[in-house]
Nanobody, 116 residues
Framework: QAQLVESGGGLVQAGGSLRLSCAASGIDFSTSDMDWYRQAPGKQRELVAAIGSGGGRTYGDSVKERFFIFRDNAKKTADLQMNSLKPDDTAVYFC??????????WGKGTLVTVSS
């Protein structure tokens, strides 16, 4: 059974950095595309960053040049390095896996709070 567990969230001041990590199990990680989404209170869930099985990366417009996504196929982890954080980055961040075959999976999320 697929399982995604996020970690690394917390409270940080504006301008600071955090690194989120997503640990995957129960999926063929190396052939899965991995995403990070976020959902702020009262807003829709939005794509923050994606990394394909081949290493190609995509970023949401609001986080370009500040956030960076990485993957480690040996450790089965997908990390999100977040720099120059803003109060608008406050949200619950979710890990999402899109396997080559099978159904997508979501983690339970980790809360990031950026104070001004």
């Amino acid at each position: 059974q697929a399982q995604l567990v996020e970690s690394g969230g917390g409270l940080v001041q504006a301008g600071g950095s955090l690194r989120l990590s997503c640990a995957a199990s129960g999926i063929d990680f190396s052939t899965s595309d991995m995403d990070w989404y976020r959902q702020a209170p009262g807003k829709q869930r939005e794509l923050v960053a994606a990394i394909g099985s081949g290493g190609g990366r995509t970023y949401g417009d609001s986080v370009k040049e500040r956030f960076f996504i990485f993957r480690d196929n040996a450790k089965k982890t997908a990390d999100l390095q977040m720099n120059s954080l803003k109060p608008d980055d406050t949200a619950v961040y979710f890990c999402h896996a899109r396997p080559l075959s099978g159904t997508d999976s979501w983690g339970k999320g980790t809360l990031v709070t950026v104070s001004s």
